[in-house]
């Protein structure tokens, strides 16, 4: 049986848009699946109870304490040991679930996430990564988008191993390719950390260095499978994405690639480099949102990704 | 007189565009202006022949030599000392013209901005800033776009009040809002750069500080008026709003708004913090982004802003 855990208490609309999410994805997750929810049972029964759905569709493991979006990450994750967030670590950790999934306090579950299971022997910094539509109808990888705001260059050389991995496990790319973003396609443009990246990551040989990308060009599609980048950029270049969309939205520009860039196609941010399947979704999660990181956890573990991670970086 | 220096050969479609931008801008500018082109005298002779056009519109300083796009930008300042990037500079600098615009290569104009006028006494690094439109029908200065990419702190409050100053003198707003492109809106938010200077900027007094702007949200206005950041952070911005201008283009999907987010619209780059008015094109320049590139000139010069920006920094 794969069990994966959902933060019943995680997000702004939590639990009414969580316990929605659930139901909706039950019915896509499949047979051999089953779905933990962490959280204020109570709460959760009534709105299994308002949706006239069987409480024994799901596992439920109450919890007492909730750690919100203001509270400080390491603090309350220490000082909440009852709160969903700590309690889903501790059974990711024990291997009680195989994969974790909230839309709760993000900097908690980034601190839980290196204390329970922990980074991958080998991996400098783990990264959160984002899955973005292309043009084409495909999509990239982009990492890191928010976890390592300086990165150095070894840290962006190691992005390109876990890109890669990842791309290949669970968005099932042959021999993906890893492109850098940068501010021109010349191997000497860039800032300090690029320049020194771009020589690490050509040399590197473990994957399948593209070279540089351009902001304007990933979202066209065809150059990179993993696009990758320091944190700092990563989160502007999500943000400002996010920004177009709800531009488009406001206009009342209908379009079905743009209606791909929503955050709620995707459903999560994975967390890469860790010793467990984490997933991250967006604090203003929809019951749409929640159906689609969980899908999203789904697919990860079924893909063996950190099994494959761990194996990668035994060699680093 | 005001004269308006204008690099004839500078752009992918020199000289035909620059001409065509030339004769249309040149209906719009004050009857106190006189445009002066800059380049082979023969082929700017016979491009107004093609128009019907009188030579005695325009100034013609001939020069033999192009600046190519890759040419080494440096290098060919000081070996091409009859290009017509070069000339312009030594007219510049020699006040023989009042401002001097290109859509020529950026790198060689950048150069030559430094080793012609120089930087303002007191400026630790000048900057490139663009003029991007909002959503509520107002626009936003970004800086820097490319120039500077490893900012130190000093460097991004100095912006602070480079943008300030433009946007007071050339956009005519009154205490002009400064925000710092940052990854989150705490003060406590960012990378170790942005970190730092925040503190400068929240501390420094000489322009109107707003704190914190992230990358979703700088496209609605109302905000800001300025938004700093490092040059790759702004280059990569620039870059994304080209892709998605792209992308609106490439879907037929037809709206005010995300039209004036063409290059065109504006027409070119500031640089700002030198001793004298130099905007750079978009290589790919069409004639109506060479005519608003010559109307942003006049607008600069008009402003009185290197003179206000000498003043500002006498006592940085």
């Keep these: 049986m794969l069990k994966i855990g959902i933060d019943a208490m995680g997000g702004d609309f939590a639990p009414q848009v969580v316990i929605e ?3 909706a994805a039950r019915e896509q997750v499949g047979d051999d699946c089953r779905l933990v929810l962490f959280g204020d049972e109570q ?3 009534h709105e299994l109870d308002r949706h006239g759905a069987s409480h024994a569709m799901f596992d439920i ?3 007492t304490e909730v750690i919100g979006m203001n509270d400080h990450p390491a ?3 220490n000082q909440k040991p009852n709160s969903s967030i700590r ?5 990711l950790k024990t291997r009680q679930i195989d994969g974790f999934a909230s839309a709760g306090a993000t900097g908690a579950m980034l601190v839980g996430a290196m204390y329970s299971v922990g980074a991958i022997a080998g991996v400098i910094r783990p990264a959160i990564s984002a899955q973005i539509s292309t043009l084409d109808g495909s999509s990239f990888l982009l990492l890191d988008v928010g976890l390592n705001v300086d990165c150095k260059p070894d840290v962006l050389d190691q992005y390109g191993l876990l890109g890669s991995t990842y791309a290949e496990a669970v968005l099932n790319r042959k021999r993906p ?3 850098l973003l940068n501010i021109g396609a010349e191997k000497e443009k860039g800032n300090l950390a690029t320049k020194a990246a771009y020589e690490l990551m050509a040399e590197n040989g473990k994957y399948n260095f593209v070279g540089n990308i351009e902001a304007n060009e990933i979202f066209s599609g065809g ?3 993993v696009v990758v980048c320091d944190g700092f950029v990563g989160n502007t270049i999500l943000k400002q994405t996010e920004g177009f969309y709800e531009i488009a939205r406001q206009r009342g520009l209908s379009d079905a690639y ?7 196609y995707v459903g999560g941010t994975a967390v890469l480099g860790i010793n467990g399947t984490v997933i991250i979704g967006h604090g203003r999660s929809s019951s749409l949102a929640i159906q689609n990181m969980i899908r999203q956890t789904e697919k990860t573990i079924r893909s063996g990704l950190i099994t494959k991670l761990q194996e990668t970086f035994r060699n680093f």
Tied chains: 1, 2.
């Design 43 to 45: 709460a959760i029964r």
């Design 61 to 63: 493991v109450p919890t």
């Design 87 to 91: 309690v889903g670590y501790d059974y």
């Design 21 to 23: 999410g659930a139901l």
């Design 177 to 179: 390719r890893i492109a």
């Design 75 to 77: 603090k309350a994750y």
């Design 258 to 264: 743009i209606d791909r860039l929503n955050y709620e």
């Design 223 to 225: 150059k990179a499978d």
